[in-house]
């Protein structure tokens, strides 16, 4: 006879006997990766409620997850996050599956093939829509080609996912520029992969400061919170800027 939860009542009977067998030891070890007892693996299956109110059914009703929406999403990631380092320490990486983990790979250059081509003129397609021409300041191809300037795509498979560049406005400091990521991919760690890489850049060349300008719009909160997250903080108008309502202007030391 089966429970509601799938599980066999035997095994039950074997985990609360504490009794061993090999699919005793694997649930041991899963409720030892995840953080939690044998017991709540069991709970749906032993309690008086249906399947519907087991435990994966009432973590919404936990105190950690009754918080502002975008909170809340943040604390699954942080928490699972936690939990898939827990098990690949005690039982290696191989215990957790990578299957749904994108693959990204970052390059350098590549301005002449036809995806980055379509990929840059989506990029500025997209920025005519929310800001005013006098307050567009992204690179075109032709620009981006340019000796002052290292373009950096990020590819998943074949596909275009990302881009970023680094401008050289002096031998001590640097210019973000051209970040983006496919609207199909975001929140997925692609601009903070692109990103990281044009820090450690900049960092390499001896640059003492990072600088940049983005919208000042909604459109662009995801993109200052970015980098926020990495230690930019606003700045008065650089190099050829010029005050600009529409525009944000954010920078970051690079001295140790």
Request: glycine share 8%.
């Amino acid at each position: 006879m089966r429970s509601p939860a799938g599980v066999s009542r035997s095994m039950i009977s074997v985990v609360e006997r504490g009794e061993s067998s090999p699919t005793a030891v694997v649930l041991e070890k899963l409720a030892a990766g995840l953080g939690v007892t044998m017991a709540s693996l069991f709970e749906a299956a032993t309690g008086a409620a249906s399947a519907a109110n087991g435990p994966v059914a009432r973590l919404k009703d936990q105190p950690q997850w009754k918080d502002l929406a975008t909170e809340a999403t943040s604390r699954r990631y942080v928490d699972y996050q936690l939990r898939v380092a827990k098990v690949e320490k005690a039982y290696g990486k191989s215990a957790v599956s990578q299957s749904s983990v994108p693959r990204i790979e970052i390059r350098t250059g590549g301005l002449s093939g036809p995806e980055i081509a379509e990929f840059l003129r989506e990029h500025l397609r997209s920025l005519a829509e929310v800001s005013p021409p006098e307050s567009r300041h992204a690179l075109n191809l032709d620009e981006l080609r340019k000796p002052d300037i290292t373009f950096w795509s990020v590819w998943e498979g074949r596909e275009v996912v990302g881009c970023g560049a680094l401008k050289e406005l002096d031998p001590q400091q640097g210019e973000i520029k051209s970040m983006r990521t496919a609207a199909a991919h975001l929140r997925k760690g692609v601009g903070t992969a692109v990103l990281e890489q044009i820090i450690a850049e900049a960092k390499r060349r001896g640059y003492r400061r990072l600088s940049l300008e983005t919208g000042a719009m909604p459109y662009f909160t995801p993109a200052h919170r970015l980098y926020r997250k990495f230690g930019f903080t606003n700045c008065p108008p650089f190099a050829d800027y010029v005050e600009d309502p529409n525009s944000v202007f954010m920078t970051k030391s690079l001295e140790r």
